[in-house]
């Protein structure tokens, strides 16, 4: 994939640590940055719209997007698949933006073989009351829901230190800000700025 030299960030978390919250100002605050719609198997939510929240596919055409390797990465999550469009993201570098991607630990994995620099950012909750006090305010759940969310949350916080950075979401300003920080040191990272500097770098050292 032709790179000029965009970043990849692959923010992770369990639900219930407010992550998508958090990417959605992360979003707002930055043009620079592009968040990649994945497709997904499961079938939409109430109030969710197809190609905003997710492309939503059949398997079969889910297997032929993988068959014509169209996707980056993709995982069978909660017994749906999931999966980041090539295209979007060879758009979003084309066009000089860096690219968000909300995918899980699996995918994570995966891109990492990809593009080696991608930045993993893990999202945690502040504690594990405040984990169950996230998961139990989505709804009147029974018992059995809750229990399997928790499940899930800790297969997916088992996967934590794989990534770069681990931002703990206890004040959202605070983490809102660090994500922020980060993004912006990486804008000054040698691998991007080498690129984009060239040019001032070589006029400054002429004769
Ligand atoms: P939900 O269906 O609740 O929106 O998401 C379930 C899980 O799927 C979340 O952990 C989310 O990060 C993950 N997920 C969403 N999109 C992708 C994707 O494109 N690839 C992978 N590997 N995981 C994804």
Request: proline share 5%; with cysteine; charged share 30%.
């Amino acid at each position: 994939m032709d790179r000029p030299a965009g970043t990849l960030y692959v923010i992770a978390a369990p639900s219930g640590a407010g992550k998508t919250s958090l990417v959605r100002a992360l979003m707002a605050a930055d043009p620079d940055l592009e968040l990649s719609i994945s497709y997904t198997t499961r079938p939409p939510r109430p109030g969710e719209v197809d190609g905003e929240h997710y492309r939503f596919t059949t398997p079969e055409r889910f297997q032929a997007l993988i068959d014509g390797d169209r996707l980056l990465e993709h995982a069978l999550v909660h017994g749906n698949h999931y999966g980041t469009g090539r295209d979007a993201v060879e758009h979003a570098f084309a066009g000089g933006r860096d690219v968000i991607l909300e995918i899980d630990w699996q995918g994570a994995r995966q891109i990492r073989e990809r593009f080696p620099d991608m930045v993993g950012i893990f999202v945690l909750p502040p504690s594990r009351e405040a984990l169950l006090d996230r998961l139990n305010k989505r709804g009147q759940d029974s018992a059995e829901v809750i229990a399997r969310r928790l499940a899930n949350a800790r297969g997916e916080m088992a996967h934590a230190t794989e990534f770069d950075y681990l931002v703990v979401n206890d004040r959202f300003e605070d983490a809102l800000a660090d994500i922020q920080a980060i993004v912006r040191a990486q804008r000054r990272s040698m691998r991007v700025q080498g690129k984009r500097c060239a040019g001032l770098l070589g006029q400054l050292l002429a004769d």
